[in-house]
């Protein structure tokens, strides 16, 4: 089914934050202040508490509670302004088409389209890919802040998730071509108000997106704190970089990389195979002052025997991650060869996560072979492009502010201009 007739926000993100506080609560969509900065407010993500107040996202990357003592923003009598007393911002029109439409396998998929109401030539458009979570990115604060910006921006549930229907998995090949149908039907969709159209993905989203790129001939490709690895390096890459952050030597990494040469025959062997492999690197190196320490995606919790047969074995965990699918030695470099438009990567220089210094070495490598490919660094930030803090181990803990200018240059990318300086962000070579 689909739904022909396109509604204006606010008549559709105009949900406010609980109907008993209806009258004073500043209603859900992009707003713009009197000197031209963007929010996006949205309802509380899945898990708050119902009465939890509304989020507000700043175009530079603050966060937080509508309301709360430390907010950036306030909301007076149904109008948002920087404090109370201060000039009211105004709500930006948003024309929002929602949709379902047909995925890899047949699979319904559902979506939503966000454009500005009114423009004075055909807008870009962006559509969002996943990363790994399974809950819905529609109306979220990506969404409603690039559209505030005058990005058409199409967001769609996960295939298994929200309003889609299909099983949740982290298939790449399958997920790519889902988002390749997200792009035909945002040219569907918006037929003669768009002009170019590309695919961006954040995290496990950046094994997608050029993957959807490629299938849908889209016009550009933005990747967000995503990798050019495998999933099987993704682990040993998050393994080594927690180890140094705990102030571990180098020298150890021969004997830390046998272990996760272990961990990755197990994962993919759907956890239930070479079990001899893991007991001989734990007879040999368990004792180790940092075999304790590792955690990675997987190899902390094989090693703990959460997801290996034992009387450990977490059955609820175990089952996620097959029902996953991961496609462990996925070559996403390959994919990236394939890739002809334009594409941003855009990196977290201390990702603990998706650890970016590898990837952005085979970027430069792939741009020196003639890929059409722009790095831009964010110091000091985390995975999500987020500042984060240092605990007494030299872990990370990512706080509630993305760096500023990240949502920025998201937006400029996809429009094709440049603002030159975003933050304290800086261009690879």
């Not at 492999?277 to 320490?293: D, H, I």
């Not at 792939?366 to 500042?387: Q, S």
Request: aromatic content about 8%.
């Amino acid at each position: 089914m689909r739904w022909p007739v396109a509604l204006l926000v606010p008549a559709v993100l105009a949900v406010a934050a609980g109907a008993a506080r209806a009258q004073d609560a500043c209603f859900n969509g992009a707003w713009r202040a009197p000197d031209g900065r963007v929010a996006a407010l949205t309802t509380p993500p899945p898990g708050a508490p119902a009465d939890d107040p509304q989020r507000y996202t700043l175009i530079d990357g603050q966060q937080g509670k509508l309301g709360a003592a430390d907010a950036a923003i306030v909301c007076e009598g149904g109008v948002l302004r920087d404090r109370p007393g201060a000039a009211a911002w105004a709500q930006i029109p948003l024309r929002a088409t929602p949709t379902d439409f047909t995925g890899h396998g047949g699979v319904r998929l559902h979506g939503l389209l966000l454009e500005p109401a009114t423009s004075a030539g055909r807008l870009p458009a962006l559509v969002l890919t996943h990363g790994s979570e399974a809950t819905s990115p529609i109306e979220r604060y990506y969404q409603v802040i690039l559209a505030a910006q005058g990005v058409a921006t199409f967001a769609y549930d996960k295939r298994g998730t929200g309003r889609s229907q299909g099983a949740y998995t982290q298939d790449f090949p399958v997920l790519a071509d889902d988002a390749a149908a997200a792009v035909e039907e945002v040219r569907r969709l918006a037929k003669g108000r768009i002009g170019r159209i590309g695919v961006e993905g954040g995290s496990q989203g950046g094994w997608i997106a050029p993957a959807a790129a490629v299938k849908a001939h889209a016009d550009f490709v933005e990747v967000a704190f995503g990798m050019v690895a495998t999933p099987i390096e993704q682990d040993q890459w998050q393994v080594d970089t927690e180890l140094k952050e705990r102030g571990f030597p180098p020298d150890i990494l021969p004997k830390v990389h046998a272990v996760t040469d272990a961990t990755a025959a197990v994962a993919r062997a759907n956890f239930a195979g070479h079990l001899d492999g893991l007991q001989r690197v734990r007879a040999l190196y368990g004792q180790e002052p940092w075999f304790s320490k590792i955690e990675g995606q997987y190899s902390g919790e094989i090693l703990n025997g959460k997801l290996v047969p034992g009387p450990q074995l977490d059955r609820k965990e175990l089952g996620e991650w097959l029902a996953a699918q991961v496609p462990w030695d996925y070559d996403s470099a390959a994919v990236l060869k394939q890739v002809k438009a334009p594409q941003l990567w855009i990196m977290a220089q201390d990702d603990s996560v998706a650890v970016s210094a590898p990837s952005i070495a085979r970027l430069e490598q792939l741009k020196r072979a003639g890929a059409n490919i722009d790095i831009r660094v964010f110091p000091h930030t985390d995975h999500g492009i987020r500042l984060y803090t240092t605990d007494a181990e030299g872990q990370h803990h990512t706080t509630t502010r993305m760096a500023d200018g990240y949502l920025k240059l998201l937006a400029d990318w996809a429009k094709g201009v440049g603002a030159g300086a975003y933050g304290d962000s800086f261009a690879a070579p």
